[in-house]
């Protein structure tokens, strides 16, 4: 029974691919340079399919595809009906709020009304919502870094690893949302029905992570 495990484009593909080859399932084709987007493991038994990250957790979801690997933000970000199974030792990185030097936004008495960009709509509003303010949530695809540049937004909140795109755009990180690295997620009707192959991935994954 073949295993459909969903991989995410960008920044975490090859140490997702990494992991995967220490537990036993070699998908190193998925690097090279070229416009496929499925790769089968040499047994036959697992088909990788690289998929959007923001996209991944709707493939698990339906059950286009049993097992992805995804980030922890956009576990939180997007609440999919999805097993997180596993907690996986890579692409660590943070979500923060950031702005530009010096600006003091956040030393601000009240807050209500402060706009933000983000990719991360629900997590951003949820955090202000906390301190006891109602933001403007500006949802952006990319550069979200233009954003306060422009005059679009006063904040922005994104994934934050060394700091070094903030700053060479002359913003900087004020607070940190939470932190994040890779999850295993699993498809709830593939964990029955192919409990046994699913089951194994998982045990080998954790051996290996």
């Known amino acids: 029974m073949t295993i459909k495990i969903g991989l995410p484009k960008g920044r ?11 537990s036993g399932l070699d998908f190193s084709s998925a ?6 987007l499925r790769f089968a493991a040499p047994d036959g038994n697992a088909e990788a399919i690289v998929i959007r990250a923001v996209d991944l957790l709707t493939y698990v979801e339906y059950g286009a595809v049993d097992i992805g690997i995804v980030g922890y933000d956009l576990v939180k970000e997007q609440n999919r009906d999805v097993i997180t199974a ?24 009240d807050l ?8 991360y709509p629900y997590l951003a509003s949820e955090y202000f919502k906390k301190k006891g303010f109602q933001a403007e949530v500006i949802k952006l695809y990319g ?10 937004s006063d904040l922005i909140v994104d994934l934050v690893s060394s700091g070094e ?3 060479a755009n002359g913003l ?26 699913m089951n194994k991935i998982i045990s080998r994954l954790k051996r290996a992570v």
């Open 12 to 22: 975490m593909l090859e140490e997702s691919i990494a992991a995967l080859k220490k």
């Open 31 to 36: 690097l090279n340079k070229s416009r496929k």
């Open 86 to 109: 596993l907690a996986l030792d890579f692409g660590r990185c943070r979500l923060s709020v950031a702005g530009a030097k010096n600006s003091r936004v956040m030393e601000k008495p």
């Open 112 to 119: 209500s009304g402060i706009r933000v960009a983000t990719k």
């Open 143 to 152: 550069a979200i870094e233009l954003a306060p540049l422009f005059g679009i």
């Open 165 to 167: 795109t903030l700053k």
């Open 172 to 197: 900087e990180e004020l607070e940190v949302i939470m932190q994040s690295s890779a999850r295993l997620v699993v498809n709830k009707a593939s964990l029955r029905t192919k409990q046994k192959d």
